[in-house]
Every structure is written in structure tokens, then in C-alpha cells.
């Protein structure tokens, strides 16, 4: 199979780098600047979402992001409002807004919400995430939500991130519930375009290689993706390994297909969610993959995984429609 990454993805990253290649914001956003460190490439396929929003709390500022062509491009840029208190969130009532990868779930409008605490418009999140709970972070009800004209937009928020009420109206445009990611930093780095392809190269290179090895059935070499805490629904690291070779005894081969994949990354945190087509001689399933991994030494380890049925549909449609423009590229890069 081609290389997993090699068009229509979405990367989020924020590896380390040197200092001297890391700038806190470019004079000027445009194409001969430097890119947004936690923002590599949007995914082109419908499933999930074209946009992405980053939020930096030193900045006081939340940025849309969207696909433009191959390349990543900033739509929009408002002031932000967010915790009363400095710092990552890590306990219930600490009045600190939290950082790490995180999705928008629900819309809530009057009269589910007051308007006078609220605004007119506000999205839940799924804080704490899978990664919070892992290092025991409490607390909940983290919104990115409006306020009314007449309160201050640097009187603080519980943890929230705040916008003007015209400002939420906007966003409500660009989200997709579920699916748009609002990614929380202390302050977004920029990094140089051979640095921000050097780290594609890097996830592309780990992810590949993992659905590689789970297609040659190389047991050893699949579950060394695997970090020894892993879990996953009814599994753990032991398990999940009788699991695979258990499955590896019964099917003669078997096709793992991913398509459309984003790739977020908040420090040492690493989350996939990619389109799935499995094939073997008796089973096929379609759905949506999610892999949650930490960053562990020069490498990451897998630490959960779920999934979930999708539309056969939607995923051969995702599928083909990658191979297509692979197959094109390919053609581009043979005539040139």
C-alpha cells in the first residue's frame, strides 16, 4: 500500500524542536512564513472536519484553520477570553482552562444555557479527555461559549474559552460537531516549512509502519507499537496479543486500509482517527479507528485504541478517492 500520509491527512504537531527554528507567531502569516507548529495538513475527505481551531492562552487568541489545496491556511483570528487562573487545568474548580487536544460535541443555545452568563451560543468539549483521565485531571463543563457585550472580555472565565457573541456566530460556520478539533496551547509555536515537513515525514514513518505490520501479521513487530499499559475495550497489552494471534491462526490474509486519517499531537501526546477498511478471507468491517498513543522515547506507544462501525459507503468512497489522487501525483511526479 502507498505510504499512508501521502496525500489528503490532517497533522497536528507539536514536537520538540530547536530553539533557534521555533518563532512564538510570524510578522506576517502568508506562504513564504513560518507554519503553525501544531497544524501540518487538513484532511479532504467529508467525514471529518475542515477546519481546525487553536487557541493560545498567552496570546489571548483563537485562529481557524482551513484546507486550502495542499496547503494549510488561516481563515479567521478573534480575541479570546480564558481561565481567571494561570496555568493547565488539572483539578475541578481551579478556574484554569485546560490544554490538550479536544473535540467540540454539543451546541446549547436559550434557553438551555442563560444568556447572561453564556452569551447566545456555546459548545460543549470532551474534557477531560482519555489523556486527562490518565493523569487524573477532574473537573468538567470546559465550553467554548459567548458572553454578552456588556461584560468585560478579560474578566476571566471557570475555564472556559470566551468569545464575543458575534464572534461565536461565526464559529458555529466552521464547526462540526464531533469532528472539529479546538486544540489548547499556553502559546502556539511556528516552525520553518523543512522543519513542519520534517515532522510529517516522522508521523508518517510511525503510523505507516504500525499498519504494516499489523497487515504482514507480524505479531511481535505490531504489538511493539504497543505501550505494556495499553487498553482497550476488554483488552489489555496480553490480551490484545492472544487477541491478534488468535486471529492470525484463522484468516489465511488479511488488508488493512486507512484513509483520510488526522493526526493530532499536544506535546507528548499523540491521537489518530483515520476511516477503516478491514479485509480478510472471512471477515470485513468498515468503521472509524481511533489510536491514542504517548510519546516514549525517540518513539510513541500505543496506549488505547477504539472503534467504531461507519458507512461501507462513505469509507470506499474516502478510499478510492485517496488512491485516485495518489495515482495522479504519482503520474505529475513521472512527467516532471
Same mark, same amino acid.
Given at each position: ?86 496555568? +493547565? ?6 478556574? =484554569? %482552562?485546560?490544554? *490538550? &487536544? ?6 446549547? #443555545?436559550? @434557553? ?16 477531560? +479527555? ?6 487524573? =485531571? %477532574?473537573?468538567? *463543563? &470546559? ?6 457585550? #456588556?461584560? @468585560? ?184
Amino acid at each position: 500500500m502507498r505510504s499512508l500520509l501521502s496525500v489528503s491527512l490532517i497533522i497536528l504537531a507539536c514536537l520538540p524542536v530547536k530553539a533557534e527554528s521555533v518563532s512564538s507567531a510570524p510578522s506576517q502569516f502568508g506562504a513564504n512564513d513560518l507554519l503553525p507548529a501544531p497544524l501540518l495538513q487538513i484532511s479532504e475527505t467529508d467525514a471529518f472536519s475542515k477546519f481546525v481551531f487553536l487557541v493560545d492562552k498567552e496570546k489571548r487568541k483563537l485562529s481557524v484553520f482551513e484546507r486550502n489545496g495542499e496547503q494549510i491556511k488561516k481563515v479567521d483570528e478573534f480575541p479570546a477570553d480564558i481561565g481567571a487562573a494561570g496555568g +493547565n487545568k488539572t483539578k475541578r474548580d481551579d478556574k =484554569k %482552562t485546560p490544554e *490538550g &487536544i479536544y473535540f467540540l460535541q454539543k451546541r446549547l #443555545t436559550q @434557553p438551555e444555557i442563560p444568556f447572561n452568563l453564556y452569551g447566545a451560543l456555546a459548545f460543549t468539549t470532551n474534557y477531560p +479527555n482519555l489523556f486527562d483521565k490518565r493523569e487524573n =485531571k %477532574t473537573g468538567s *463543563g &470546559i465550553w467554548l461559549h459567548a458572553i454578552p457585550d #456588556t461584560v @468585560p472580555l478579560t474578566r476571566g472565565s471557570r475555564g472556559c474559552v470566551v468569545v464575543r457573541n458575534e464572534v461565536i456566530k461565526k464559529l458555529a460556520d466552521y464547526i462540526k460537531l464531533n469532528e472539529t478539533p479546538i486544540l489548547i496551547f499556553d502559546q502556539v509555536s511556528y516552525v520553518s516549512k523543512d522543519e513542519h515537513e520534517k515532522r510529517r515525514m516522522a508521523l508518517n514513518t510511525f503510523v505507516e509502519g504500525w499498519r504494516q505490520s499489523w497487515e504482514a501479521q507480524d505479531i511481535d513487530k505490531y504489538m511493539s507499537f504497543y505501550d505494556k499499559e495499553f487498553k482497550a475495550p476488554g483488552f489489555d497489552f496480553a490480551g490484545w496479543k492472544a487477541h491478534k494471534a488468535n486471529l492470525k491462526k484463522q484468516y489465511e490474509f488479511i488488508k488493512v486500509h486507512l484513509s483520510q486519517p488526522y493526526i493530532v499531537q499536544h506535546n507528548d501526546q499523540l491521537l489518530v482517527k483515520t476511516l477503516q477498511r478491514y479485509e480478510s478471507d472471512k471477515h470485513i468491517d468498515y468503521g472509524v479507528k481511533t489510536i491514542y498513543a504517548v510519546k516514549s522515547g525517540d518513539t510513541y506507544k500505543i496506549i488505547r485504541e477504539e472503534w467504531a462501525p461507519f458507512s461501507q459507503k462513505a469509507v470506499s468512497s474516502a478510499i478510492a478517492r485517496e488512491n485516485s489522487m495518489t495515482a495522479q501525483a504519482g503520474n505529475i511526479q513521472q512527467t516532471q
